[in-house]
T-cell receptor, first 113, second 113 residues
Framework: KNQVEQSPQSLIILEGKNCTLQ??????????LRWYKQDTGRGPVSLTI?????NTKSNGRYTATLDADTKQSSLHITASQLSDSASYIC????????????FGQGTELSVKP | DGGITQSPKYLFRKEGQNVTLSCEQN?????MYWYRQDPGQGLRLIYY???????QKGDIAEGYSVSREKKESFPLTVTSAQKNPTAFYLC????????????FGPGTRLTVL
């Protein structure tokens, strides 16, 4: 079954600290993996995208990694800010499926002052 | 929100009524999607369209209907047959390149009274 599992479900950290979110997937055939950020009551916004051959991608303070062999990805947030408080969603695209995405349930991150 | 607009932002409906959610994009994207988001769950695909005048059912199409008469527009009707319609609805669009990102609208929160 094609699934995307994220951990932890929720996370609270202090402003300025780093954190790492995890994503495991069992999607096949694999096309690419994205991390999205979703603020409360808003639509998700893409942070990074990685294809099979890429194992790391950065976007400012966000760094995503991909291990296609173990089917795991992580999103590392450096020097967290209050504005990083949001849901972070791991999304995998299956090859040749018309762009259909398989979504994880998200990790709810709360950054406290 | 990447050139995608959804209206209204909040919508209230009485049981037994049909209601139509609007989605418009000015990104010249061929593909458009409708998702439903419930607390603690990943986004679930309702319907998608890869070209004008054509659309396919997603994973949870029962109780919903769509049309795609124009490239820019992909309205979703929530019918009275949908048993649990209260949710956050997200529209997205995507270009035709294999790794193109899906861009999401701001969402419509539908509440059934």
């Amino acid at each position: 079954k094609n699934q995307v599992e994220q951990s932890p479900q929720s996370l609270i950290i202090l402003e300025g600290k780093n954190c790492t979110l995890q994503c495991n997937y069992t999607v096949s055939p694999f096309s690419n993996l994205r991390w999205y950020k979703q603020d409360t009551g808003r639509g998700p916004v893409s942070l990074t995208i990685m294809t099979f051959s890429e194992n790391t991608k950065s976007n400012g303070r966000y760094t995503a990694t991909l291990d296609a062999d173990t089917k795991q990805s992580s999103l590392h947030i450096t020097a967290s800010q209050l504005s990083d408080s949001a849901s972070y969603i791991c999304v995998v695209t299956r090859e040749n499926q018309g762009g259909k995405l398989i979504f994880g349930q998200g990790t709810e991150l709360s950054v406290k002052p | 929100d990447g050139g995608i607009t959804q209206s209204p932002k909040y919508l209230f409906r009485k049981e037994g009524q049909n209601v139509t959610l609007s989605c418009e994009q000015n990104l010249n994207h061929d593909a458009m999607y409708w998702y439903r988001q419930d607390p603690g769950q990943g986004l679930r695909l309702i319907y998608y369209s890869q070209i004008v005048n054509d659309f396919q059912k997603g994973d949870i199409a029962e109780g919903y209907s769509v049309s795609r008469e124009k490239k820019e527009s992909f309205p979703l009707t929530v019918t009275s047959a949908q048993k649990n319609p209260t949710a956050f609805y997200l529209c997205a669009s995507r270009g035709t390149v294999r790794t193109d990102t899906q861009y999401f609208g701001p969402g419509t929160r539908l509440t059934v009274l």
